[in-house]
């Protein structure tokens, strides 16, 4: 079932990112020769208009076949024909290109009104006065690799509901609370949590010096803890939040990318920072277990991030796209259509070898 929700949300979101080109494209004149769900072989195709609209076999991703937008096509002729996207001004080129990703950032801002319409479990720090928080639990927010925390077992959203250290024992009501108990619990702890799943489970670990910068001599456990509630607001509130939500996780998705680049140039990143199809098919799977508008919170976090890694300047991307016609505005002429395939096939390629090496690492991470 897990996987065939995957499926589900990736046709969804390729869909309306696909959409917003068509819908761009149609409106500025243009004619849109495919609309492809999937990428080829071909299923089946049923055509309306001038549009054929196609289900394809392999399902990670989509397309739009706008006319005019490849380098045979400049080759051809047709930027003297009024409904090639080549004909068009550069703007309207870049309107086009970037209307799927503005797409999937509305996406994600309807998913979050509705999410936070009908309440989804959050951090309740900083929560707004105007929102109504129910069911607050101590819950484990972060927990570093590595650590004894990691090592027994313990698990992100974790609800923490007793500690227990030579016969004294605390339900821990705040964050703070409990690292004080940790911290004194030297010889070792047992805690009880409630995981995502429900499941009532107990785990012994033993705290360890040197986690915490500036405090090394302070036993710990590699946790961050904090108050998660189930967070909502009135129908008249909600899609104000979700926008600031959605910019704010923008953001962070921005930010977090460029410090993932900066680690690659340095040689420090790694692949465990990644998470590719079958990785995200086991996190829809537990942000299921919490909830539909837990879901669909989710699910708006990853159209954000097909928004933001689409606009990356590569070829084969929207992103890559975009530079094309930044450079063809300056130069005043277009690129050498062969020069063109050549750097969209090396990034096609690299883009799927990319999803391939990530696939695999999700794989070895389950065997």
């Known amino acids: 079932m897990t996987v065939i929700i995957f499926l589900i949300i990736l046709a969804v979101l390729v869909f309306f990112h696909e959409l917003g080109h068509f819908v761009v494209a149609k409106w500025s004149g243009i004619r849109v020769d495919e609309f492809g769900l999937g990428f080829p072989p071909k299923v089946f195709g049923i055509r309306y208009g001038e549009t054929l609209y196609s289900l394809n076999l392999i399902p990670f991703g989509g397309f739009v076949r706008i006319f005019g937008e490849t380098p045979e096509e400049l080759v051809s002729g047709v930027t003297s024909t009024p409904d090639s996207l080549i004909a068009k001004s550069k703007w309207t080129q870049a309107l086009v290109l970037i209307a799927g990703v503005t797409a999937n950032i509305i996406l994600a801002w309807l998913f979050l009104s509705i999410a936070l319409g009908v309440g989804v479990p959050m951090s309740v720090e900083g929560v707004p006065a105007s929102a ?39 339900v821990p009501t705040s964050a703070k609370q409990a690292i004080n108990f940790i911290s004194t619990s030297g010889d070792g702890l047992s805690i009880k949590v409630v995981t995502s799943k429900g499941e009532t489970v107990d785990y012994r670990v033993k705290p360890e010096m040197g986690l915490i910068a500036g405090a090394p001599n302070q036993p710990a456990l590699g946790v961050i803890l904090g108050q998660v509630g189930t967070v909502a607001f009135a129908w008249w509130q909600a899609p104000w939040q979700a926008f600031k939500m959605t910019i704010s996780l923008t953001k962070l998705t921005v930010q977090g990318l460029g410090h993932l680049a900066v680690q690659a140039v340095q040689g420090l990143a790694t692949l465990d920072s990644v998470t590719g199809p079958v990785g995200l098919a086991g996190l829809v799977g537990d942000a299921r277990t919490l909830g539909l508008a837990y879901l669909l919170s989710f699910v708006a976090f990853i159209s954000i991030n097909l928004a933001v890694l689409n606009l990356i300047p590569f070829p084969a991307l929207d992103g890559g796209r975009l530079l094309f016609v930044l450079i063809e505005s300056i130069k005043g002429s ?15 390629v690299l883009l799927l070898s990319l999803m391939f090496v990530v696939t695999w690492h999700d794989i070895s991470r389950l065997l």
């Open 132 to 170: 109504i928080v129910e069911d607050i639990h101590l819950t484990i927010l972060t927990i570093v690799p590595g650590t004894p925390a990691a090592k027994v077992g313990l698990k992100t959203g974790d609800q923490v509901l007793l500690l227990t250290r030579a016969g004294e024992e605390l």
């Open 334 to 348: 277009p690129i050498k259509p062969r020069i063109a395939n050549i750097l969209n096939l090396i990034g096609f």
